[in-house]
């Protein structure tokens, strides 16, 4: 049977290698998180600081098209105590236009169940229509080659003659444009505990449309990442 004295020592030798582990922890994660220059050259889905703040950025876009999409700009600054959340859009939806709608509330899913409701904004502007891509003609990009013969005769409908262009007109590209600023210092418990996987993002506007996206798997993780950082993590900052 162990004696008191050496229950002690192993007690202390356990709590030794528990702190160590907690600080080389703590270290690594310090040193994961990248100093940027400025928000625009700043990695996506990783925490980042660019002087004494602390961010994460996420941008979810359709298909082939990156100005279509929507941008969040997750922010802590512990020397202000502040949370913030920055969102910039550019959504095909047009039934928010003509009505000054503006960007309200997010609602944050897992499986069409909200999760987080992020409801505080603090600056908002009214949506525009916003001209992503003029229209545009370019030639050699028709949808058959007047040279092709197809050897099908039912190819030939007699209606096929609008189909033998040698070019290819690309309709103008809209979206309906915006952005706003939340606070999210109330929302940061449930921020904190949301599941480590890509959620569904539901943008709300002030007329009651709606514009469906999507938060990733990897912002998520770095969102609590980026409240885990302490008061003392700003002393760590340096200037962009």
């Given at each position: 049977m162990l004696s008191k004295h050496t229950w002690s020592?192993?007690?202390?030798?356990?709590?030794?290698?528990?702190?160590?582990?907690?600080?080389?922890?703590?270290?690594r994660a310090e040193d994961t998180i990248t100093t940027a220059t400025s928000i625009k050259n700043a990695p996506y889905?990783?925490?980042?600081?660019?002087?004494?703040?602390?961010?994460?950025?996420?941008?979810?876009?359709?298909?082939?098209?990156?100005?279509?999409?929507?941008?969040t700009l997750w922010s802590k600054n512990p020397t202000k105590n502040s949370l913030l959340l920055g969102v910039r859009y550019c959504v095909p939806d047009k039934s928010i236009l003509g009505s000054d709608a503006s960007l309200?509330?997010?609602?944050?899913?897992?499986?069409?169940?909200?999760?987080?409701?992020i409801n505080q904004p603090i600056k908002k502007t009214?949506?525009?229509?916003?001209?992503?891509?003029?229209?545009?003609?370019?030639?050699?990009?028709?949808?058959?080659?007047a040279e092709t013969y197809w050897g099908n005769?039912?190819?030939?409908?007699?209606?096929?003659?609008?189909?033998?262009?040698?070019?290819?007109?690309?309709?103008?590209?809209t979206c309906s444009a915006g952005s706003s600023r939340f606070n999210i210092a109330p929302f940061a418990s449930a921020i904190a505990q949301l599941p480590p996987?890509?959620?569904?993002?539901?943008?709300?506007?002030?007329?009651?449309?709606?514009?469906?996206?999507?938060?990733?798997?990897?912002?998520?993780?770095a969102l609590k990442e980026l409240l885990a950082i302490g008061q003392s993590s700003s002393n760590t900052s340096q200037a962009p």
């Open positions: 020592i192993i007690n202390i030798s356990f709590l030794t290698i528990c702190i160590t582990i907690a600080t080389c922890q703590l270290t889905s990783k925490v980042f600081h660019t002087g004494s703040i602390y961010a994460v950025r996420d941008h979810d876009y359709k298909g082939s098209e990156p100005a279509l999409g929507v941008s309200t509330r997010i609602v944050l899913l897992n499986k069409n169940q909200p999760l987080v409701t009214s949506s525009y229509q916003k001209v992503v891509q003029s229209s545009t003609t370019i030639p050699g990009l028709g949808f058959w080659d005769d039912a190819f030939w409908d007699g209606i096929d003659d609008p189909f033998w262009a040698d070019t290819a007109t690309f309709p103008s590209v996987q890509t959620l569904q993002m539901k943008l709300i506007f002030s007329n009651g449309a709606t514009s469906q996206w999507e938060l990733g798997q990897k912002t998520v993780q």
